[in-house]
């Protein structure tokens, strides 16, 4: 099981300016117009650590940035190891959510351990990227978003304790409407012993598959260039905000597709032994086609596959899906939708290659307005349901792992609240 640390974290200090001005998401959601927009928010935005702008001397750049901004007191340590307490307001549905996690260190180990079980695959070249980054800075910038099973609910009650009884000791406002809240914590006796019974669970992965690889390979890493690292060694650990699985505010949107391809002429042919195919009058405008999704429960919601109009595609029934399954996986697997689509849809009508797809063949957004303008250039847009909380920890724990782009938890975790170096 995994083991838990306190983090001596590195933090703004005022001099940094507002935390409205210098939080960013995680690498892996920032485009390029985002990243400029966040670099000329402030000098200090955290994104000119966690995803600088390309150049030849790229990593060390970002090592001297991070080595400037400590020395002028932009950053500053924690004096000693703590824990952190971070809380996100957001709206979702119209409704006002909140969502709170614990920032610690949870020790890095492979998944064969089955300490910390992922949910989807990882591709190679993120990995390289974050490793030589880490190698570089000895930083960890933004935490992995783990799920932790909190049966005691000690969890729950720590983080509840903390954001409805103190202070917050920084706060701001990101773009997306999110609002932030960190409460520095002392990593005390009884505050650890409240997550002692963390200790006998396991933990999965929500978001971060590639930078807890990363981890992972640097502690390996560090082990050969260094030798055998204490057992409090910070680099045996993953900065992570650990969310209860029961925390009301842990919302999974879905991601659509877009493939820039016409239907071939005979897709109906093509898929309906396996699906029943409904087709639905209605308007191609964002907010009809997303209350046709809501409504429409387990189907896939078809654009375009004739031009100009929308299906409604559902398995006929559990033999059906079953017949999807690959020896080994199972029915629960086979009918998360991101599997449903690919095995039942998407080779059937385009056959695309793993290789196609890294380079791009299909377009992942949970945005059905980004789906409705790709659509002006022609192709096929498919608008999925979210694979929730409960069916991925049910297939960590079977052992199943879905493929890139299934989940899309929301909202991002921040990054720029605290950054964790690696090293005493």
Known sequence: ?????????????????????????????????????????????????????????????????????????????????????????????????????????????????????????????????????????????????????????????????????????????????????????????????????????????????????????????????????????????????VVPVEDEGLIVRPLHRYIPRKAPSDWRERLEHLFDIEEVSVDIEPLKLEAVRQKAQEAIVAVHLTPKTVHLIRPKNDAAIGKLAPAGASPRWASAAPILLRLGVLDPLWAISDEELRAGAVTFTHDVSEIVEALEGGGVGFLLQPVPASEVIGLADGGERLPQKSTFYYPKMGTGLVFAPLSH
């Open 1 to 241: 099981m995994p083991r838990l640390m306190p983090i001596q974290g590195l933090r703004f200090s005022p001099k940094a300016g507002p935390l409205d001005q210098l939080l960013a998401p995680p690498f892996d959601v920032i485009g390029e117009r985002e990243r400029e927009h966040l670099s000329g928010l402030s000098p200090h935005n955290a994104v000119r650590l966690e995803l600088a702008e390309e150049a030849d001397d790229h990593y060390t750049g970002v090592a001297a940035e991070l080595e400037g901004w400590i020395a002028d007191g932009i950053l500053q340590r924690d004096t000693e190891p703590m824990l952190y307490v971070y809380e996100q307001e957001f709206i979702e549905e119209g409704l006002p959510r909140k969502r709170r996690a614990l920032l610690c260190g949870v020790e890095s180990q492979p998944w064969e351990a089955g300490a910390v079980l992922p949910h989807e695959f990882t591709l190679s070249a993120p990995k390289e990227d974050r490793l030589r980054l880490l190698q570089a800075t000895g930083t960890q910038f933004s935490p992995i978003f783990m799920l932790a099973r909190d049966r005691s609910g000690q969890l729950a009650a720590l983080l509840t304790n903390t954001a409805e009884g103190l202070q917050p000791i920084a706060s701001g406002k990101t773009n997306d409407g999110v609002t932030h809240h960190l409460w520095v914590i002392p990593a005390d006796r009884d505050h650890l012993r409240q997550l002692a019974p963390l200790l006998s669970e396991a933990f999965y992965i929500a978001d971060g598959h590639h930078r807890y690889e990363t981890s992972v390979a640097y502690r390996a890493w560090l082990h050969t260039h260094e030798g055998k690292l204490a057992n409090d060694h910070p680099a045996r650990f993953a900065m992570a905000g």
